[in-house]
């Protein structure tokens, strides 16, 4: 499995401003994906992002709108820019280890007031 | 594409009862396949999963079996808790160079005492 931390656990934030969150790994993973999941929903894939390349995204997301870091293999960032209350959403960081298996972290809350 | 269906909920059972939640997949290749539990609050976490036809995957209590004749990976349990009460999802990944998760939309499950 895999140790993975997010920051902010939570947040609440005024519309048009940006929110970057953290996810943290605890060791060395190829494989970063980034997830949104809105209140009482599935996941929605965002982006995958693969260090020492750019972010790949799924249809219906951007880079402006969501742009993506990943500087080494344990660490990426997500920033949810120029925000709107429908982007108000549980954002989730996974890692894939053995066998196609993906392990998710704690997962950020964010409410756009 | 590949894709997943889950039998929709809520499922509302009372403790010591019999649980099966249906999962039925599409997908042209060999998917490998998950169920994901997702309690109150929580983030997502990998319950069990199966990499091939045939295999059964198993955990806490929860069994699932990769059936490809029926292209089925039903979740049961013999007898649930209260603590049981979650989200539950079921998923596949198509492999290869394609590491993306395709979801099911998740099925609520509720245990009374």
């Known amino acids: 499995s895999a140790v993975i931390s997010q920051k902010p656990s939570r947040d609440i934030c005024q519309r048009g401003t940006s929110l970057t969150i953290q996810c943290q790994v605890d060791s060395q993973v190829t494989m970063m994906f980034w997830y949104r999941q809105q209140p009482g929903q599935s996941l929605t894939l965002i982006a995958t992002a693969n260090q020492g390349s750019e972010a790949t995204y799924e249809s219906g997301f951007v880079i402006d709108k969501f742009p993506i870091s990943r500087p080494n293999l344990t660490f990426s960032t997500l920033t949810v820019s120029n925000m709107s209350p429908e982007d108000s959403s549980i954002y989730l960081c996974?890692?894939?280890?053995?066998?196609?298996?993906?392990?998710f972290g704690p997962g950020t809350r964010l409410l756009v007031l | 594409g590949d894709s997943v269906t889950q039998m929709e909920g809520p499922v509302t059972l009372s403790e010591e009862a019999f649980l099966t939640i249906n999962c039925t997949y599409t997908a042209t290749g060999y998917p490998s396949l998950f169920w994901y539990v997702q309690y109150p609050g929580e983030g997502l976490q990998l319950l069990l999963k199966a990499t091939k036809a045939d295999d059964k995957g198993s955990n806490k209590g929860f069994e699932a079996t990769y059936r490809k004749e029926t292209t089925s990976f039903h979740l049961e349990k013999g007898s649930v808790q209260v603590s049981d009460s979650a989200v539950y999802f079921c998923?596949?990944?198509?492999?290869?160079?394609?590491?993306?998760?395709?979801w099911g939309l998740g099925t609520s499950l509720a245990v009374n005492p």
């Open positions: 996974s890692v894939e280890r053995l066998e196609e298996t993906q392990y």
């Open positions: 998923a596949l990944s198509e492999g290869g160079n394609n590491r993306k998760l395709i």
